[in-house]
């Protein structure tokens, strides 16, 4: 069965950077698009991106550009989010999310369990 | 990218229908038949239960479904149950193979 799983909780400090894995298992992993939704606490879902797991590929969301990037390891097919310069408006769970293509980014039918990362000094 | 406009909450009873909105502009949900709608348990991962506007995955019951009307989206509950009670986004692809989401809707089961 199609399965995401994602990296433990993280606490960062302000300045640090953090990175967020996502193992995917289950299915061919270059046959479909890896989506990553941020949600802070108490809040909506935001789309940050995608990226195209063949060409590697990222796409960002206004508003998620220079401090985070998106890559992969085919190999051990895992996705990865990296965020650079925390800040306290960080503080959210991350979920990466598969979708129904190659380069689906609405439709995602298949989720992680969510990593929480908390910026705090 | 704004994102796009959804009530805040609607309620219903048990056994009612509810129907949630979700409006966006000619360059996200009316330029494109590309409209999923999720819900949202609390501490739970979103599920996915309406894609391509209208369509549903495996497993969700037909109480779920999904229409559009210009640059507006609809979900509706009928047969409203107490394990609906959840937090509800939709999200529409926006071009440039980017999306949004909206705001998110909390039905409340009376």
């Known amino acids: 069965q199609v399965q995401l799983v994602q990296s433990e909780s993280e606490l960062k400090k302000p300045g640090a950077s953090v990175m967020v894995s996502c193992e995917a298992s289950?299915?061919?992993?270059?046959?479909?698009?890896i989506n990553w939704v941020r949600q802070a606490p108490g809040q909506g879902l935001e789309w940050m991106g995608w990226?195209?797991?063949?060409?590697?590929?990222?796409t960002y969301a206004q508003g998620f550009t220079g401090r985070f990037d998106l890559s992969l390891d085919t190999s051990v097919s895992t996705t990865y989010l990296r965020i650079s310069k925390l800040n306290a408006e960080d503080t959210a769970i991350y979920y990466c999310?598969?979708?129904?293509?190659?380069?689906?980014?609405?439709?995602?039918?298949?989720w992680g369990q969510g990593t929480l990362v908390t910026v705090s000094s | 990218q704004s994102a796009l406009t959804q009530p805040r909450s609607v309620s219903g009873s048990p056994g009612q229908s509810v129907t949630i909105s979700c409006t966006g502009t000619?360059?996200?949900?009316?330029?494109?038949?590309?409209v999923t709608w999720y819900q949202q348990h609390p501490g739970k991962a979103p599920k996915f239960i309406i894609y391509?506007?209208?369509k549903r995955p495996s497993g969700v019951p037909d109480r779920f479904s999904g229409s559009k009307s210009g640059n507006t989206a609809f979900l509706t509950i009928s047969g409203l149950r107490a394990d609906d009670e959840a937090d509800y986004y939709c999200?529409?692809?926006?071009?440039?193979?980017?999306?949004?989401f909206g705001t998110g809707t909390k039905v409340t089961v009376l």
């Open positions: 289950g299915y061919t992993f270059s046959d479909y698009a």
């Open positions: 391509d506007v209208s």
């Open positions: 000619s360059s996200d949900v009316g330029g494109h038949n590309l």
């Open positions: 999310a598969r979708a129904l293509s190659a380069a689906g980014t609405a439709e995602n039918a298949y």
């Open positions: 999200c529409s692809y926006a071009g440039r193979y980017t999306s949004v």
């Open positions: 990226i195209n797991t063949k060409t590697g590929n990222p």
